[in-house]
C-alpha cells in the first residue's frame, strides 16, 4: 500500500515537474540521490531507534565490493538508469496514464524475449492472455497519440529496457545460484 501510494505521489509530482523544467535527466539524478539518501538515513536512524531495525540494514562502514561485485552489478545499474531516463523523457512528453500503459506491455515484451532468446514454449493459453493486454495497450495508444510519437516510443524502449533487466538478472541470480550449489 505504502508503495502504490509513493508511487502514484513521485509519478504525478514527476509529470508536475517535468511540465514546468524539462529536464527529465536532472529529475531522474535527483530521484535517484533521495532515495539513496533515505536509505542512508533510515539505516542510520534504525542503529539509535531500536523499532526500526526490522528494516533492512545498509552494509555500512564494511570493506568496499570488489571489482567483480561492481561488475556483475554493472549492468543492472546501467538498466536503471537508461529505463529511468526514458521513463522521465516519455512523462515530459505525454500523459503519465500512458506511459504506465505502454510500460504494461511488459509481460508481453517477457514472453516474446524468452520465446526468441531461450526457446521457452509457454501454454496456448498465456500467448491468448496477452492478446487483450495488447489491443488494450494498442487502443490506448492510439487515442491518446496527440502528436507525440517520440514520447510513446520512449515509452516503449524503456518498458524494454526493464524487461531486458529482469532477463538479466534472473540469468545472474539463477548463474549465482548453481554456483553456491556447486561450490
Known sequence: MVWYLSSSMTNMSSKTILTAFP????????????????CVLLS????????????????MGLKPPSKEIIMTTMP?????????????????RIPVSLVHTIKGLSPLFTVAAYRILYDVNYPMAT?????PLTVGV???????????VVGILYAFIAAMIFVTQNIFSKTLF???KEAEKDG
Do not use: D, E, W
Not at 500467448?127 to 492478446?131: A, F, G, M
Open 174 to 176: 539463477n548463474k549465482a
Open 76 to 92: 543492472l545499474a546501467l538498466f536503471q538508469i537508461g529505463g529511468h531516463l526514458l521513463s522521465s523523457s516519455a512523462t515530459q
Open 44 to 59: 542510520v536512524a534504525s542503529r539509535h531507534y531500536p523499532y526500526l531495525r526490522q528494516l533492512p540494514q545498509l552494509r
Open 23 to 38: 529536464k527529465p535527466a536532472t529529475l531522474t539524478i535527483i530521484q535517484f540521490a533521495f532515495v539513496c539518501g533515505s
Open 127 to 131: 500467448y491468448l492472455s496477452l492478446i
Open 138 to 148: 494498442m487502443l490506448a495508444c492510439a487515442t491518446s497519440v496527440s502528436g507525440n
